[in-house]
Nanobody
């Protein structure tokens, strides 16, 4: 089992920034991939960004140039730095861990972008 604990969500004005963190614990395997998904009301969950143990990243088009995913392998922690936030970024953000056997999800953290 792998446990994921997220933090860093909140309310921010358009154009502002937030940083999400997700710490993994338990039966961590290597290599692995960690990342972030989001789900807005009435919409399907979508992938936002992910990063592998080796540092390879990918992003959904709508966040390229604004969001940066990074990780600290020693701490089994993944981060999502979100800049130039837009109202359409409002969603519940979920941390995801993909290991050798299966994937795990965090409980989600709300990000609201509003003036």
């Amino acid at each position: 089992q792998v446990q994921l604990v997220e933090s860093g969500g909140g309310l921010v004005q358009p154009g502002g920034s937030l940083r999400l963190s997700c710490a993994a614990s338990g039966s961590i395997s290597s290599p692995n991939a960690m990342g972030w998904y989001r789900q807005a009301p009435g919409k399907e969950r979508e992938s936002v960004a992910r990063i592998t143990t080796s540092g390879k990243t990918n992003y959904t088009d709508s966040v390229k140039g604004r969001f940066t995913v990074s990780r600290d392998n020693a701490k089994n922690t993944v981060y999502l730095q979100m800049n130039s936030l837009k109202p359409e970024d409002t969603a519940v953000y979920y941390c995801n861990y993909v290991g050798l056997a299966r994937s795990y999800w965090g409980q989600g953290t709300q990000v609201t972008v509003s003036s």
